[in-house]
């Protein structure tokens, strides 16, 4: 009879450090290249550059934006909507997102089915059958004699054998990866708010100076 | 993914949410103040480099969802 299969030997040879580490290490450079393309793109397309080398200047790149506002007259009647200028950031308009892997499921489900199965089925059988008949008849005087005589015999074999083998393996492996948003680094949302809020036009009272860069567009 | 953005409102401080690929297409954002009426809306000369750049990041974001 052929013995089961160990289970412990069917899983040594498993290669299971490389199985988990491999997802883990895919996840972790599509990372790295989604966090380098979202950098370039920010710097490539937000902002307008000048000097090269240890001296690059970053100055955001400034849209222009309509503010209108509804002027309502004492009468109560509505008069003509007044239209502002600013500039914005670029930057602030933008779905910014840090798309990231921030989920990695490896599933690793093996199987090890070793089953060993032996049917036989054997039969035999065996049949046999005689018959015999004899009957004489003897006269004297005109002389008579009958003999008679039968014989069969019968005979009958069969054999049969039937065998089952079975044995079945089977390994499962799944990894499962979701890209999601993370939250903006905090450096990034600085900027952002540092820029938005920048959008409201500074008042000046009477007499107050206008120096260096003060105007209607926001300091970057 | 969200196309949703928030500025700070330059009449009251308050926020206007504003929704990039609308505003790409002409669209108006009141401010979320109720008693301030105002609104904002993309300046005609700024539209294409607000374009392009929506663009350049459909791009990556697509490029990202298949990597």
């Known amino acids: 009879m052929t013995q089961l299969l ?22 972790a450079e599509a990372n790295s290249k989604m966090a380098l393309s979202q950098t370039e793109f920010l710097l490539k397309t937000c902002f307008n ?17 309509v503010l209108t506002r509804s002027v309502i007259k004492p009468d109560g009647s509505a008069g003509t909507p007044v239209e502002t200028r600013f500039d914005l950031p670029l930057l602030t308009i ?17 199987e090890v089915k070793s089953s060993f199965s032996n049917d036989q089925e054997s039969s035999s059988e065996t049949e046999s059958a005689a ?19 039968s014989v069969s015999a019968s005979s009958k074999s069969a054999s049969s054998e ?19 948003q993370l939250p903006l680094p905090e450096g990034v949302t600085t900027i ?8 409201a036009p500074i008042q000046l009272k009477a007499g107050d100076k206008v120096e260096g860069t ?7 | 993914m ?53 663009d350049e990041f459909d791009k990556i974001k697509t490029a990202a969802q298949l990597s």
């Open chain 1, 6 to 27: 160990s289970m412990a030997q069917q899983f040594s040879g498993l290669p299971i450090k490389a199985l988990i580490a491999a997802p883990l290490l895919a996840g």
């Open chain 1, 49 to 65: 550059t000048s000097g090269s080398g240890k001296d690059i200047k970053y100055d955001p790149r400034m849209i222009n934006m």
């Open chain 1, 94 to 110: 933008l779905p910014l997102n840090s798309l990231a892997v921030d989920e990695i499921t490896v599933n690793f489900e093996m």
């Open chain 1, 131 to 149: 018959e015999g008949s004899f009957s004489a008849k003897v006269g004297y005087g005109c002389f008579s004699a009958e003999v008679s005589g």
């Open chain 1, 162 to 180: 039937k065998s089952h083998y079975e044995k079945s393996n089977s390994a499962k492996y799944s990894i499962t990866a979701h890209a999601g």
């Open chain 1, 192 to 199: 952002i708010q540092a820029f938005s809020q920048c959008i």
């Open chain 1, 214 to 220: 003060v105007s209607s567009k926001p300091a970057a």
């Open chain 2, 2 to 54: 969200s196309t949703y953005n928030e500025i700070q409102c330059p009449a009251c401080s308050g926020k206007i949410i504003i929704d990039t690929k609308l505003l790409l297409s002409g669209g108006n954002f009141s401010c979320t103040t109720m008693s301030c009426n105002a609104s904002v809306s993309l300046s005609n000369s700024s539209y294409h480099v607000a374009n392009s750049a929506m």
